[in-house]
């Protein structure tokens, strides 16, 4: 049986996910270069990329049913049946994050039909409010990467990748910049809007001033996290294992094993979701046992 931990009240969850490993081209897709530098991923023929290499995943709230932010669009997995596209868009959604019932956040780099509109190479945050279907823009457009979202505490909390910085706001359009760092992932204690945990190239580290100042920690070394309020904070390292960081990240322990390299992590209400790739095929996995066995939730053919 998962493990309990007592329900706190009145507490929003927060989880991030970033982009892991370099990119994967399949079928018919082809990288076009812009004259600001950036480089997305255009669609040449009907071939379907399908759901391949995963920077976030998230749960909405309006139909409970898991949506899983690619390199080549969003999809929705049902409760039985293939993945599903949403929307038309086949844009590169980096950071990923679910605010609310249909609501979501995100950020990365627009696909051809974007390009030919006219869209920087750099999103800046997006937002869409009918899960997923379309986005608009809502700040920092041309000039911010972010490979990491969260939101927590009336908060939207952002770290971007062409900058290091670890930026807050209160609206989604003013920014501060509390710090600049490398990391491949972080997230927010739902308890807690000054702690901050994030996953780096040289550790754990930890903040309790909001992402000002960062700490190391004696933990695994991890590339994905995912902090829920009632299932509590959980690690994947690059070797695939499942690590549990407790209730507030001091107390870490290995319970499991991916059955392939991470690219994302969800922890949710007494359940955890995974994306692995295996073999150059990405999977999407369901731990109901504090991530010591995962089961194949959804893969392309599988």
Do not use: C, N
């Not at 920690?217 to 959980?234: F, K, Q």
């Not at 007494?270 to 369901?286: N, P, S």
């Amino acid at each position: 049986m998962p493990r309990s931990r007592p329900k706190r009240k009145g507490i929003r969850p927060a989880l991030v996910l970033l982009a892991l490993g370099p990119p994967v081209f399949v079928g018919t897709f082809l990288l076009v270069k812009r004259d600001d530098g950036a480089e997305q991923v255009a669609q040449t023929g009907a071939t379907e990329p399908g759901v391949a290499h995963v920077h976030g995943l998230g749960i909405d709230p309006a139909d409970g049913l898991l949506r899983v932010a690619t390199h080549y669009g969003t999809y929705v997995i049902p409760d039985d049946g293939p993945a599903e596209r949403v929307g038309a868009s086949y844009q590169d959604t980096m950071g990923f994050t679910v605010a609310g019932p249909d609501r979501f956040y995100g950020s990365g780099h627009p696909d051809v039909a974007g390009i030919r509109r006219g869209e920087p190479g750099l999103l800046g945050l997006i937002e869409s409010t009918d899960s997923g279907v379309t986005w608009e823009s809502v700040s920092l457009s041309g000039e911010v990467d972010f490979h990491g979202l969260a939101t927590a505490h009336d908060q939207i909390y952002g770290w971007d990748s062409t900058s290091g910085r670890f930026l807050v706001s209160p609206d989604g359009e003013t920014w501060d910049t509390r710090s600049t760092l490398d990391l491949f992932s972080f997230a927010v204690d739902p308890s807690d809007a000054d702690h901050v945990v994030g996953a780096s190239p040289d550790g754990v580290l930890d903040s309790t001033d909001g992402g000002r100042t960062w700490q190391a920690v004696d933990a695994p070394d991890l590339v994905v996290l995912s902090w829920h309020e009632t299932s509590g904070l959980w690690g994947v390292t690059p070797g695939s294992t499942t690590d549990d960081g407790g209730d507030d990240g001091t107390d870490w322990r290995e319970t499991g094993s991916l059955p392939g390299a991470p690219q994302a992590l969800l922890a949710a209400d007494d359940v955890l979701y995974a994306a692995a790739e295996e073999d150059e095929v990405t999977g999407i996995y369901r731990s109901e046992d504090d991530g010591r066995t995962w089961q194949l939730r959804y893969r392309d053919g599988g």
